[in-house]
């Protein structure tokens, strides 16, 4: 029975402290504010003379390059080039953005091939080298191990070649 009305008391001071507890709050009126207009239409202002101009849009490249970063050609004598399957070597794979962009400049440092570093979720992996057989993509890789990077191997990739070049097979 205690428990009864115990429950039924919480219940009734509950809906009693919900239903009151409007009295404590000041309007506006009262706080020397000016009352809300429910009538209020925004659009009968009449504001079209307000133009905004956009901002110049800078193009985000320093978040994370591209795995094929476009090439085109400066004039009409550079060889045009095509994607076409090969190798690549890869020197890391992290979550950390931050790491691989200073292994990134390392390796920038220590190549001649083109360095790639590529976002594939969740982790950035920094590839060298655009290797069109495997005999080459070895080649790479031991010189890769020869500069640091021990833990370095092959991976099949799209890689760039000059368009008229005969296939390496």
Excluded at 74 to 94: C, D, F
Excluded at 96 to 112: G, P, T
Excluded at 114 to 134: H, I, M, Q, S, W
């Amino acid at each position: 029975m205690i428990r009864k009305a115990c429950g039924f008391a919480v219940v009734v001071l509950f809906i009693f402290s919900c239903s009151t507890s409007q009295f404590g709050w000041k309007t506006e009126t009262e706080s020397g504010g000016k009352e809300y207009l429910e009538d209020f239409d925004p659009l009968s202002l009449n504001d079209d003379d307000i133009v905004v101009t956009p901002k110049e849009r800078i193009p985000q490249t320093d978040i994370v390059e591209r795995l094929e970063p476009e090439k085109t050609p400066k004039n009409s004598e550079e060889a045009v080039e095509e994607m076409v399957q090969g190798y690549r070597i890869q020197l890391l794979a992290t979550g950390d953005e931050v790491q691989a962009r200073e292994v990134k400049k390392d390796a920038i440092y220590k190549f001649e091939e083109n360095v790639y570093l590529v976002f594939e979720a969740p982790l950035y992996k920094l590839r060298v080298g655009d290797c069109r057989t495997k005999k080459e993509a070895e080649e790479l890789k031991m010189e890769a191990i020869r500069k640091g990077f021990r833990d370095a191997w092959v991976v099949p990739s799209k890689v760039y070649r000059a368009v008229g070049d005969t296939p390496p097979f």
